[in-house]
């Protein structure tokens, strides 16, 4: 009797104390608000994209002929009709796919989040799904599952594991591709659903993203290809409500559901592509670019942004509050391109010196100082992407009491920093100033003109040098 009595007790402080999980405790009250759930995201700050299919067998030639659109969209570019197109699975076998090396040369990147295409506008699915037998473990000489080994690979590395799913689907029998009826861009194909066929092909959908919620526990569902007409906004809604059922602390983008005339979206954040926002945007948001000029691989586009041009994007993006979504194209092989490595190596190496301006940061009262601003127009393949900044082009980031102010040229003279001059900014008690990645001591003054600072003689580091202010 005395035992049972003492149990209870103990099981009584033990509860109160917290020490026992129950139901209550452990089942959230009310479900995670959108900072909670944003909040990995926000600190995270920069991810690799992967845009990777049989799509990357043609590599952008087709019978021949070489096609000016991005790798990914051979099928509708050269109008391969469906039992054609269906010649490429037999030939997909990646046996140089090594998942472990792509979440290293990521973490290496400094990158916290992989997004990669589970299934693309060519209804191919690179994942094993039970919805059909056109995926990469049914139909490829493969035969095995690249985003499940992907999934833990990313697991095991603490890098978040996110899927890309494409709303519409040139394979699929319920659409057709109708070139003669154009987009408002005229390169794009356009797909038609059949009478009656929207239910089936819906129902499809919910069964392959049930599959990758349950089998793959992706952080952010990447959608896209919403803008066919038989896909509404309703439609959009209903899919986000289904996933956020599924998994709560779901991120969504906002390609599921949005509204380009009215400029509204459904989701957690927006997905400019190819450019970076002017002043950036008063909500969550990433911008994802291409490396070269395709999301796709395609074995003739050597055009790629160099790593100053890249690193430049990474501080601007940072200082107007987004993140940044950077693509490879692998090939059919499974290899990520030697130019891609070489540049995600280099952006690691910028990154482990001055990550601290860019991870958990947030936009200060002001982006920017100086005359120039990027030219991220990336659609015009023949605009020159360099631009010649001046040490007085400056990106500002903030967290708590610091100020991180990035030249994006060597200062190889005084510094001024006019944002804080005490006319513009009177309240400013400075603390410190150092540069990030040296440990020369700097000196600086504070003057109505600005913070005025003598950089230090030997560079940390190339592409952007970032000076550290805190403030009492
Ligand atoms: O049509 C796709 C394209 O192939 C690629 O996936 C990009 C990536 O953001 N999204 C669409 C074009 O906006």
Known sequence: MRQIKLFRICFIIAFFSGFILTPYSCARKEPLSKDEKMAWWREAKFGLFIHWGVYSIPAGIWKGKEYEIVGEWIMASADIPREEYEKLPPQFNPIKYDPAEWVRIAKDAGMKYIVITSKHHDGFSMFDTKANNYNIVNATPYGKDVLKALSQ???KAGIKFCVYYSILDWHHPSQESDRTKKRNVDKYSYNLMKEGRKEEYVKYMKLQLRELIAGYEPAVMWFDGDWSDWWTMEDGKEILNFLWRLKPDLIINDRAAHDEEKGTFL????SPEQHVPKGGLDYDWETCMTMNDTWGFKKNDHNWKTTQ????????IASKGGNFLLNVGPTSEGLIPEPSVDRLHAIGKWLRVNGEAIYGTRNWRTYKEGPNDLITDYYDKDKDREVNFTAQDIRFTTRDNILYASCLAWPDKEVIIKSLGTKSMPEAK???????????KLEWTLTEEGLKIIPPKTKPCEHAFVFKIIFY
């Open 153 to 155: 690979e990313c697991k």
């Open 267 to 270: 989701g957690d954040y927006g």
């Open 309 to 316: 041009v890249l690193v430049h994007n990474l501080v601007d």
């Open 430 to 440: 400075i603390a410190d100033v150092t540069m990030l990645g040296s440990d020369e």
